[in-house]
């Protein structure tokens, strides 16, 4: 007689246990749906969860930055364990025409800079604005350019030393885009020299005319 035993498999509750996560949380994102009370205070709330996962690591100030670039600071408001967005944030918001309705993705990069997304109230990425910072591609001085003639910081010195005569010895060789410039300026001048001429021509006909009856 052959005698048989059963045995069941032993299941332990370790093989159902998540695997234990860093000490570094991976929830780096969150999103915000602009209520018509973010608005009225001017202030954005970030998640409490987000909150109790990094607020302790963020930085007083931090960065908010678009797809495209546009950056902007913003000073954090701790509120017992609340952190808003406040100081910078209307600005922010009203550069973006952000509006009840807008969906907003945040994503954290480091302690003190947040990539944000937006999303209108077509549920479709805002057409983003670029930042209002002019470059130039030299050192020179901005120079205007308007209807009255052409005065920029260079051009304004280099008439007012050529009519004083002086700084020749120790004027330093000017740059090919300092003589461009003079040349429109000398340009301007000739111009507005041609007018007058040809208003005192007329001037003067109209006054033989009149003696001429």
């Known amino acids: 007689m052959v005698t048989t035993r059963k045995t069941k498999a032993r299941v332990t509750s370790a093989s159902h246990r998540r695997p ?4 570094e949380s991976p929830v780096m ?3 915000k749906l602009i209520l018509p009370s ?13 909150v109790n996962l990094h607020g302790s690591k963020l930085s007083d100030v931090v960065t908010l930055e678009t797809p495209v670039g546009f950056k902007r600071s913003i000073k954090l408001k701790r509120i017992g364990e609340e952190i808003w967005f ?9 550069a973006h025409s952000i509006d009840e309705g807008y969906f907003l993705l945040f994503e ?13 109230v077509s549920a479709t990425e805002i057409d983003y604005p670029l930042d209002e910072v002019h470059i130039s591609d030299s050192d020179d001085d901005i120079i205007e350019v ?5 005065f920029g910081t260079q051009g304004k010195k280099g008439i007012v030393e050529s009519v004083n005569g002086g700084g020749s010895e120790n004027k330093p060789k000017k740059r090919s885009r300092d003589i461009y410039f003079d040349k429109i300026l000398h340009d301007v001048d000739v111009i507005n020299s041609i007018q007058v ?4 021509e007329g001037d003067n006909r109209v006054f033989r005319d009149k003696q001429s009856f």
């Open 38 to 50: 973010t608005m009225k205070s001017n202030m954005m709330m970030i998640p409490p969860k987000f």
């Open 108 to 120: 954290c990069k480091g302690n003190s800079s947040f990539r944000v997304i937006i999303f209108n």
């Open 146 to 150: 308007t209807d009255k003639g052409f």
């Open 20 to 23: 234990p996560q860093d000490s």
């Open 86 to 94: 406040q100081e910078g944030w209307s600005e922010f918001a009203e």
């Open 197 to 200: 001429l040809e208003e005192e």
């Open 29 to 31: 994102k969150f999103f």
